[in-house]
C-alpha cells in the first residue's frame, strides 16, 4: 500500500513510535520543534558506508540545534533493525522508519531509487510544509561530508 496523494509517509522510529510528515517532532513529544530539519537518508543501515556515515550524526545533530534546525536519519529498513544499529553505535539522534509504505518518506522528496527501492545517499532540508530548501547528494559508495549540512 502506498500513501494517496496528500497522505503523509507513515514513519516509526527505532522505539517503534510514530513520527508526523514531515518529522519535525515526534507524535508523542511536545518539546521544541525545529524550524527545519535535515532529512539524512540512508540506502541500508548496516552498509559500510551507511555506518560510518552514522559516526557523526550525533555531532551534526549538536551543531544544527542552536540555529534551530534538526536532524533525522530515515531508512526503508525496518525500526527493528534501527533500534539495534543505534545501540551498537550509540546514536542518540532519531533514526526513522520509511519501511512500509516502503520509501514513502524518499518517495516525497523525490529521494527514492525506483530501481533499487533504496533511497538515493542524501539528505534534504525541509519545513514544516514540508519545502525543499537543499539537497546534498553522494554518487553510490562515497560519504556526505557533515560540513556540508551546515552551509
Known amino acids: 500500500m502506498t500513501p494517496g496523494p496528500g497522505e503523509p509517509p507513515a514513519l516509526r522510529d527505532q522505539h517503534g513510535q510514530p513520527w508526523p510528515w514531515p518529522p519535525l517532532a515526534p507524535a508523542h513529544d511536545a518539546g521544541p520543534v525545529p524550524s527545519r530539519v535535515w532529512l539524512l537518508f540512508l540506502p541500508g543501515a548496516f552498509t559500510p558506508v551507511c555506518m560510518a556515515e552514522l559516526t557523526w550524526v ?29 545501540e551498537d553505535l550509540g546514536i542518540n539522534t532519531p533514526l526513522l522508519s520509511d519501511f512500509w509504505p516502503h520509501g514513502a518518506a524518499a518517495r516525497a522528496v523525490g529521494e527514492l531509487n525506483e530501481t533499487t527501492g533504496r533511497p538515493h545517499r542524501s539528505s534534504v532540508l525541509v519545513d514544516a510544509a514540508g519545502t525543499v530548501f537543499a539537497r546534498v547528494r553522494a554518487e553510490a559508495g562515497t560519504q556526505r561530508r557533515l560540513e556540508d549540512h551546515l552551509d
Open 58 to 86: 550525533d555531532d551534526l545533530a549538536a551543531r544544527l540545534t542552536p540555529a534551530g534546525v534538526g536532524l533525522r536519519v530515515l531508512s526503508c529498513d525496518s525500526a527493528a533493525v534501527l533500534r539495534t544499529v543505534a
